[in-house]
């Protein structure tokens, strides 16, 4: 203004005309430096962009959309979106993207679309619609980032918390949500509902024996046949180590699910050949069923483990309903399993000798040492009630490592105290020997 000709002080309608002039100037200004901006940002963006007429044909994309998808402008220029449908989606799913749309001028979620290399990749979306003053559809604007590899880490985060890495079956974790779910349909439609406990027989030998990498080739063996003997309905998982579990919803009636677990027990021990090696494998079932033995997943699955130890104890390679008895018995083992762990060390454990008598003369000329336990709370404990237990949880060997030393020292004993020598028997589990 300072520089006009005209003296600001001798035109007022110059003045203004002046004025109007200069606010023409800075907002051609301001909207270039604003389209400017928009075409930086539109250019340089790690968004993919890509804007469609009102037919939905395309009519531009940026250089982060060739770079995601391979695709340049003249591969797509004037063609429609629909061109990057990958299948995996159906027509409800994109009849609902256009419903909300037409709703509320904009979408966002996640999609999978195909590249130009017709790989498939995801990607989270995000569409608005520009209309004209009048309402009428302007422009569709797209813009969405590369979310496939995140998807796949999410994939695999998900697999390893609820799959078992082995054999591809469901884990513990997935089982016990599955089997809540499953409970709630069968008290709503009042059927019966099963869990059946498989715990395969000696499999400690055959990872002795054989080696750890075909003792895993068995447990996916193992996991293939009972696959093959339940129904589609039906739930297959590993729970860990050779213990897996199988759930059967639906069921009418008891006879059902002993069919089922006879199958599982022929199956299983048919003939495996692992790498050359004929291995034979048997398992032992434990069932469970809802509403009787438990109303939760938690019960149902503690109540087949019970039963499963019971089939154990009655020779392996058998099935057994749970019953509380039973229930009550197996909280009994657990508790004195417990409880030997720390026999050894709290001088709990002692010996009983019976002696052999040479009947002509009457002399003892040998003793049997015999194990005892005498518990501070369950007083004296048979050997037939923790043996076995003992042998089972790998608490033996030092056992029977006492039994053979106390033994010794004991007719060492007698011996310093002038008693004649007498024979020793000791007897080893056949776990030890």
């Known amino acids: 203004l300072r520089t006009s000709k005209v003296p600001l002080r001798n035109s007022k309608n110059k003045i203004i005309g002046v004025l109007g002039i200069y606010q023409d100037i800075t907002e051609q200004k301001r909207v270039y430096d604003s389209m400017r901006l928009a075409t930086t940002i539109y250019q340089s963006s790690n968004e993919a962009i890509m804007v469609t007429d009102e037919n939905n044909l395309i009519i531009q994309i940026n250089p982060a959309f060739t770079r995601m998808t391979g695709y340049e402008m003249a591969d797509v220029i004037g063609k429609s979106p629909e061109m990057f449908r990958s299948g995996r989606h159906d027509s409800v799913f994109y009849q609902e993207i256009w419903r909300k749309l037409m709703a509320e001028d904009y979408w966002q979620g996640e999609i999978w679309d195909l590249r130009k290399e017709r790989t498939i990749h995801a990607k989270w979306l995000s569409i608005s619609i520009i209309r004209h003053a009048n309402g009428g559809i302007h422009y569709h604007v797209a813009q969405f980032s590369d979310i496939t590899e995140k998807k796949k880490k999410d994939e695999l985060i998900l697999s390893q918390a609820n799959y078992d890495q082995l054999t591809g079956l469901p884990n513990r974790n997935l089982f016990k949500d599955q089997l809540e779910m499953e409970i709630k349909k069968s008290y709503r439609n009042g059927s019966l509902l099963s869990v059946l406990f498989l715990d395969l027989d000696h499999f400690k030998d055959i990872n002795d024996t054989l080696g750890h990498d075909k003792g895993d080739d068995l447990l996916r063996e193992v996991s293939i046949r009972v696959k093959s003997c339940v129904g589609r309905n039906d739930t297959v998982a590993r729970l860990g180590g050779d213990e897996f579990a199988v759930m059967l919803p639906y ?130 404990v048979l050997p037939a009630q923790f043996i076995p237990i003992a042998e089972e949880n790998g608490l033996i060997p030092p056992m029977g490592e006492w039994v053979l030393r106390e033994a010794c020292r004991q007719n060492q004993e007698w011996r310093k105290q002038g008693l004649m020598k007498i024979t020793m028997a000791v007897n080893l589990s056949a776990v030890q020997f």
Request: negative net charge.
């Open 251 to 380: 069921i009418e009636n008891t006879d059902d699910i002993a069919t089922i677990a006879i199958k599982l027990l022929t199956s299983i021990a048919g003939p495996c050949v692992i790498d050359g090696n004929e291995i034979e494998v048997t398992t032992s079932i434990g069932i469970s069923v809802f509403p009787e033995d438990g109303n939760d997943s938690e019960s149902l699955i503690a109540h087949a483990d019970a039963a499963m130890y019971q089939a154990k104890g009655n020779g392996r390679n058998n099935y057994q309903f749970f019953t509380h008895e039973m229930n009550r018995r197996t909280l009994e083992r657990m508790a004195i399993k417990n409880k030997l762990s720390h026999a050894l060390e709290r001088n709990e454990l002692f010996l009983l000798y019976q002696p052999q008598v040479d009947l002509q003369s009457g002399s003892i000329v040998g003793v049997e040492a015999l194990i005892r336990w005498n518990h501070p709370v369950y007083g004296h």
